[in-house]
């Protein structure tokens, strides 16, 4: 069965970076692309940004655009997303999401929290 | 990009229809069919219900349905069921191959 597994809970300071990862299986890895969205505590989700699994190419969110560095492992099955210059603004649960078309599997969620 | 606008809440009683909106833009739900609703139960990851604009997911109750109609989108549940009691979410793909999703509507069954 399709499954995205994410690596665990985060805590780090501000300014500093955080790498999420993003484990697929059950499916032919490079068919799908893989998308980031993230909602803070109490707030809506907000789309960051994805990958072509297959080619490498990234697409973000103009409001990431020079923080978020999309990267894929094809020999691991495994998608990362690195933000950087971390402000408390970025605590929230950060999610991966496989698409074709449609976000039909989701992992079940980082949180990341930014804290002096 | 701007969210798509959808309710802040929408409640209704056990059997009843309540339906949500999801406006947004000609740039993004008034130019693509990709409109996608998701179920999201508090600490949980978001559940896709509709995607394509009318397309039901296997295993998503017949009770679930979406519409369009020009910049909005609309899910209807029917039957109204209190495990309906959650937050509904919908997602457009945008004119610059980027994704966009609505503001959140809490659905609470009296």
């Known amino acids: 069965q399709v499954q995205l597994v994410q690596s665990g809970a985060e805590v780090k300071k501000p300014g500093a970076s955080v790498k999420v990862s993003c484990k697929a299986s059950?499916?032919?890895?490079?068919?799908?692309?893989v998308h980031w969205v993230r909602q803070a505590p109490g707030q809506r989700l907000e789309w960051m940004g994805w990958?072509?699994?297959?080619?490498?190419?990234?697409y973000h969110s103009q409001k990431f655009q020079g923080r978020v560095t999309i990267t894929r492992d094809i020999s691991a099955s495994t998608v990362y997303m690195e933000l950087s210059s971390l402000r408390s603004e970025d605590t929230a649960v950060y999610y991966c999401?496989?698409?074709?078309?449609?976000?039909?599997?989701w992992g079940q969620g980082t949180r990341v929290t930014v804290s002096s | 990009q701007s969210a798509l606008t959808q309710p802040a809440s929408v409640s209704g009683s056990p059997g009843q229809s309540i339906t949500i909106s999801c406006t947004g833009t000609s740039s993004d739900v008034g130019r693509y069919n990709y409109v996608s609703w998701f179920q999201q139960y508090p600490g949980k990851a978001p559940k896709l219900m509709i995607f394509e604009v009318t397309n039901r997911p296997s295993g998503v109750s017949t009770r679930f349905s979406g519409s369009k109609s020009g910049n909005t989108a609309s899910l209807t549940i029917s039957g109204l069921q209190a495990e309906d009691e959650a937050d509904y979410y919908c997602s457009s793909s945008t004119s610059t191959s980027n994704y966009v999703f609505g503001t959140g509507t809490k659905v609470t069954v009296l």
């Open positions: 059950g499916y032919i890895f490079i068919r799908y692309s």
């Open positions: 990958i072509n699994v297959g080619n490498g190419n990234t």
């Open positions: 999401a496989r698409n074709l078309d449609v976000f039909d599997f």
